[in-house]
């Protein structure tokens, strides 16, 4: 399937990932209450970390190896059931360490019913292997798959989530569609690998599954351990302010993360062929492609993040406001972040550097966690989160240049910057006027769109926009 064709459906796939939640979440956010919607978001940020420690490295690994192996398939079918044994390994012991967890720390007692369900959803990410299907760059059906169990999802909240007390059923229903993506992806496993454990070679992937797996355990650090540090030092209200606001941002990042997760099989397999030229070619397309998005809308997210986050989630959280404006630039860094860990580090191999700087990332997120969470609350959290990615973000350009001569696109970087200060003052002049949210979402979206469009059309001249349109015209023509 070619490039173009596996974005789409990657895009399709990343936007409903974060689409459908924006579906349900104004309705359960509204239903359940900012307390009870802490309390699921608190539990399942924790076994988002236990379902990271389960899966270690597998997710870069497991796809990289994959993406190596799919031409040949006996060598696919040994390459994944050895990966599949490691991750069973590695399962086994982060349930038992959550089920010690369960009865050993005070804070987790009150909530061992919901922890068992989150047991669920921590056995079932062993066998959603949706690693095999990215590496074998099969978007259509893990796509399709998605959607169809994502609206039975959302049709069973709309149906069974009622009142205030159904925040246990919401979390059941939560987890059972983990566990029936998981069911479905064994069964159609088959068509293209063998369930044969005789002759399991672990050995091979033991070392970059675990280095990876630490670098996803410290990504963790600050992002989903963030809001579980904030539910210990603080209280539920605080983390279901922070995690509303970074629900909305992952939303908006969906399309983003889309095109680096289908172009990194694409760009390991062209280092894997030698065409190493072809490659750097490809890095500075992901550049075009991140500039375009980022800058407009960490501006727009800056202006209407407020307005949007109260037609999102309703009344009684205005305190996600602030973290929403804190966290915005993150548009910009950890999508220049994700070019060059995920598309440069970890394709060039460079697994032990992403540890490293990883490892610092995480050792600033928990000083930060200690010196300002409590005080701050969901604000201390954003900040933390923020200035972690821009630590890992500057360690990775640094280590790039130095090791491979190329350097992130400074001057259109600032080119940009220049370019969109128009734009900032349009946002001044309509948060002065505009008081009603809707027309203030509705005008800023509008002025961002047309701004956008004239801007890198005639003033940034933006290749990617041209060679789109010169395309357009050709089909025009044609037709």
Sequence with gaps: MSLQKNFIYSSILTVSTYLFPLLVYPYVSRVLGLTNIGIVNFIDNLINYFVAVSMMGITTVGVREIAGARNDKFQLSHTFTSLLSLTGITTIAAMLILLVAMYSIPTLV????????????????????????????????????????????????????????????????????????????????????????????????????????????????????????????????????????????????????????????????????GHTTEFWQKINSAFDVLLVFAFPTAIFLFVAGPSLLHLFAGDGYEGAYLPMRIISPLVLIVGTEQILVIQILMAMHEDRTVLKNSFTGALVAILLNLLITSSLGAPGSAIVWVISELCIMILSIVFIRRRYHFSIPYRKFIHYVVAYLPLIGMALLHLYYLENELLLLFFFALTTLIYTCICEVFIIKNRLILNILDKFKTFCQNR
């Design 110 to 273: 009150p909530y061992q019913d919901l922890l068992y369900v989150g047991q669920i959803k921590l056995i079932s990410n062993l066998f959603l292997i949706e690693w095999l299907f990215t590496g074998l760059e099969d978007f259509k059906y893990i796509t399709i798959r998605t959607i169809i169990i994502r609206c039975l999802y959302i049709a069973s909240v709309f149906l069974f989530v009622r009142a205030a007390t159904d925040y246990k059923l919401f979390y059941v229903l939560t987890c059972g569609m983990v566990f029936t993506n998981a069911v479905i992806n064994v069964i159609y496993s088959k068509r293209f690998v063998i369930y044969s454990f005789k002759s399991v070679m672990m050995r091979p992937y033991v070392k970059p599954f675990f280095i990876m797996g630490i670098y996803a355990l410290l990504v963790h650090v600050y992002t989903s351990l963030n809001s579980v540090w904030l539910g210990f030092v603080t209280n539920t209200d605080e983390v279901g302010y922070f995690t509303t606001a970074t629900r909305l941002y992952s939303i908006v990042m969906a399309l983003l993360i889309s095109f680096t997760n289908i172009l990194f099989p694409h760009v390991s397999n062209l280092l894997a062929e």
